[in-house]
């Protein structure tokens, strides 16, 4: 069962399985409401067969931090073989061993500096995208008018 809020209502549906991934950064967001355990870089903390901190609830893929497709299936195939009670396939972990390596030298290559982090200088936003922000609360810099 997996409770949804939307506004002030809350709709609870029964579900076999669910899976989130916004990309860039682990998503955690659901395993952290559940109480599992996040590292440093706020991905799932898994162990050998992607188990997470709680009896009977595996992690794999983007959650478990960012490794691309090939690391997701790899993880898929382990936690499923540990769901299932199966035993450690070395094979697999010697897999997914090689596409973490692939994702930290792809990580590293492509991190961004801080200057690609910060929010650019106001002026060089258009004026109908800072109001849109701003109105959503998601712009932190004090609106003003200026003439043009």
Same mark, same amino acid.
């Given at each position: #069962?997996?409770? +949804?809020?939307?506004?002030? =209502?809350?709709? $609870?549906?029964?579900?076999?399985?669910?899976?989130?991934?916004?990309?860039?950064?682990?998503?955690?967001?659901?395993?952290?409401?559940?109480?599992?355990?996040?590292?440093?870089?706020?991905?799932?903390? +898994?162990?050998?067969?992607?188990?997470? =901190?709680?009896?009977?609830?595996?992690?794999?893929?983007?959650?478990?931090? +960012?490794?691309?497709?090939?690391?997701?299936?790899?993880?898929?195939?382990?936690?499923? *073989?540990?769901?299932?009670?199966?035993?450690?396939?070395?094979?697999?972990? !010697?897999?997914? $061993? *090689?596409?973490?390596?692939?994702?930290? !030298?792809?990580?590293?290559?492509?991190?961004?500096?801080?200057?690609?982090? %910060? #929010? /650019?200088?106001?002026? $060089?936003?258009?004026? /109908?995208?800072?109001?849109?922000?701003?109105? !959503?609360?998601?712009?932190?810099? %004090?609106?003003?008018?200026? %003439?043009?």
């Amino acid at each position: #069962m997996v409770t +949804i809020r939307r506004g002030s =209502s809350d709709e $609870t549906i029964a579900v076999n399985r669910v899976a989130c991934d916004y990309g860039l950064a682990p998503n955690a967001t659901l395993a952290l409401a559940i109480g599992c355990a996040l590292d440093a870089n706020h991905a799932i903390c +898994i162990d050998d067969m992607q188990p997470t =901190s709680l009896d009977d609830i595996y992690a794999a893929g983007e959650c478990t931090g +960012i490794g691309g497709m090939e690391l997701a299936r790899v993880e898929g195939a382990l936690a499923g *073989k540990a769901a299932l009670g199966l035993p450690r396939d070395d094979t697999l972990i !010697r897999e997914r $061993t *090689k596409w973490r390596a692939f994702a930290q !030298r792809i990580g590293h290559a492509f991190a961004l500096d801080d200057a690609a982090t %910060k #929010m /650019p200088p106001l002026e $060089t936003i258009p004026l /109908p995208l800072r109001r849109r922000h701003a109105w !959503r609360g998601r712009f932190p810099h %004090k609106l003003t008018r200026r %003439k043009i």
